[in-house]
């Protein structure tokens, strides 16, 4: 695959506050030749694994709350940094990014990584795209994290959204710590500058621009899908019958309440879809990005699946 792509130097990710983990890389995932991607691998290779997957505009410093939950209950912690975020290769062209070009190296890295008892752990477009996994190799997947997410199929978005795309579209260059600081005021300071560290200035965030015109919803009722936002429609309903009708493994649900857009009404319309899903862990003063609250969930989460050790 030849596709122009920059590489976050080592130097931005120094020092960052909680993030202890080794740095792994990928660089011939079949289809995406010459691109590195970059993911934790820690604990044991038997049992089960966490397979975490971080949306827009994040990277796998959002789980650095739950992995050590995961591994001090003997378990495996796996994240992966999408290409266009974190240490992953960033190709500078927005056209390059489209929902199956996430998708597949996803399912690419699965199937090199060989990874099996695979509990999910998904959150906005590691939602979007992780909840579609299953559909590939459903013997690969056993249990589900899921938080402030959704499988959206052509649905309207609502204001919130429709505000996110309309304020992503007018900030190309956008200030990554100030909007994680503003979503979640918990975070310090270098705990912002550590979401922003991937991205050193403008060449660097085509894959942060990209994710919001992904998509696969209306920005009002009169509106209709963009071709870029069609794409992912069909998977997506295949990934709501999936969870409806076949899926026999655990699941774990726990909703931030003060998020504006994939909040209470969504995560509950998306629970519906989830045969046997329990009554969620309703984190009253978590906002989009959950993880922050993540040590209590990954707990509850464990304690439920009885795998807490």
């Known amino acids: 695959m030849n596709i122009e792509a920059i590489r976050t130097p080592e130097a931005c990710f120094d020092d960052l506050p909680g993030w202890q983990y080794t740095p792994n890389y990928l660089d011939d995932l079949p289809g995406y030749e010459g691109l590195r991607l970059h993911y934790v691998d820690e604990g044991p290779a038997t049992g089960a694994t966490f397979l975490c997957l971080h949306g827009e505009p994040t990277w796998s410093y959002l789980f650095r709350k739950m992995g050590p939950v995961f591994l001090e209950a003997g378990h495996r912690f796996v994240a ?3 290409f266009g975020f974190g240490r992953s290769d960033k190709p ?12 597949d190296a996803l399912l690419e890295f699965v199937e090199r990584m060989n990874l099996t008892d695979v ?3 998904v959150q906005d477009w590691g939602g979007l795209l992780g909840l579609t996994l299953p559909l590939a190799a459903p013997h690969r997947y056993t249990r589900l994290i899921v938080m402030n997410t959704g499988l959206p199929a052509g649905e309207n978005a609502g204001q919130g959204f429709a505000q996110w795309r309309a304020f992503n579209r007018a900030n190309p ?9 503003r979503a ?8 912002a500058a550590a979401y922003a560290a991937p991205y050193p200035d403008k060449r660097y965030k085509a894959g942060v621009r990209r994710f919001p015109e992904l998509v ?8 209709e899908l963009t071709p870029l936002a069609r794409e ?6 295949k990934a709501r019958r999936f969870w409806s009708e076949q899926w026999s493994g655990d699941s774990f649900m726990a909703i931030g309440m003060q998020d504006p857009v994939l909040g209470p009404g969504p995560m509950h319309f998306l629970r519906a879809l989830i045969k046997n899903c329990p009554e969620p862990l309703e984190v009253a003063e978590a906002g989009h990005f959950v993880q922050e609250w993540g040590e209590p969930i990954a707990t509850e989460a464990l304690k439920r699946f009885g795998i807490n050790q």
């Open 80 to 82: 992966v940094d999408l």
């Open 92 to 103: 500078v062209d927005d056209n390059v990014y489209t929902y199956h070009f996430h998708r």
């Open 119 to 121: 509990c999910l752990v």
């Open 173 to 181: 260059d956008l200030d990554v710590a100030r909007l994680m600081q």
């Open 184 to 191: 979640t005021p918990i975070l310090s300071d270098a705990e």
């Open 216 to 223: 696969m919803l209306t920005e009002s009722e009169e509106t």
């Open 232 to 237: 992912g429609v069909e998977t997506s309903l």
